[in-house]
């Protein structure tokens, strides 16, 4: 199997939680998978990150890149990556992206993959959505890109937080071509029987 060359950004959004799922699947099978994977922060996504998960970044053993370092490899379409997950994926984000302001290596390594039509897919989180947000993730979409937005679900009845993570990352993983378990998938019945109720506290 060859390298696949990830790029995995977090940008400014409340959800670095989705990102650790997705860095722990990616660490975990490395090897098994031969990738590599770089990790990007945004200004306001490593402040986020230090808010909601507050470990070390590099605890993972990719590569991490401050927002500024523009000689980053995958800010050149000829170091040929094949993939950027952005996650969590700020508004501000989607609209620099959308109108192709590159100031910063999210920016810059979004567009890459854009023009060298490679995988960009965007876990967006905000809400509610302005008509500018969601002009912009047209934008993003028909250029290439895919939203895939941080709207967990409840029908694989996730008994904790990290299951209710994985009914997002599951999918970001199902797009990036990772045969994952990380969710028991839809088989056309309905099986959770009130267990997101059962499970509530104080429940008898
Ligand atoms: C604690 C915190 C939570 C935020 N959550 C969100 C969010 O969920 N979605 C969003 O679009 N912006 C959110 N923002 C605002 C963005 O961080 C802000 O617009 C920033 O400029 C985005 O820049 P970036 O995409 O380069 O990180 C949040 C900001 C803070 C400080």
């Given at each position: 199997m060859s390298v696949r060359r990830i790029v995995v950004a977090v940008s400014?959004?409340?959800?670095?939680p989705y990102a650790v799922r997705l860095l722990e699947f990616l660490s975990v099978h490395r090897d098994e998978l031969e990738l590599d994977v770089h990790l990007v922060f945004s200004k306001t996504g490593r402040l986020i990150w230090g808010d909601e998960v507050g470990t070390d970044p590099a605890d993972y053993g990719f590569p991490v890149y401050k927002?500024?370092?523009?000689?980053?490899?995958?800010?050149?379409?000829?170091?040929?990556?094949d993939a950027m997950v952005i996650?969590?994926?700020?508004a501000g984000t989607v609209g620099r992206i959308a109108t192709g302001v590159s100031t910063n290596l999210i920016g810059r390594a979004a567009d890459v993959m854009l023009k060298e039509r490679k995988k960009l897919l965007l876990v967006v989180r905000e809400m509610p959505y302005s008509l500018v947000l969601l002009r912009a993730m047209t934008t993003v979409t028909e250029a290439g890109g895919l939203v895939l937005p941080a709207s967990p679900s409840f029908y694989s009845a996730p008994a904790d937080r990290t299951e209710l993570l994985d009914t997002v990352t599951a999918r970001v993983l199902d797009h990036l071509g990772f045969d994952n378990d990380l969710v028991t998938r839809?088989?056309?019945?309905?099986?959770?029987?009130g267990a997101i109720a059962r499970n509530a506290p104080g429940a008898p």
């Open positions: 400014g959004a409340s959800g670095a927002p500024g370092e523009m000689t980053a490899p995958f800010a050149s379409g000829s170091a040929r990556f996650v969590p994926c700020s839809w088989s056309g019945s309905l099986t959770s029987g």
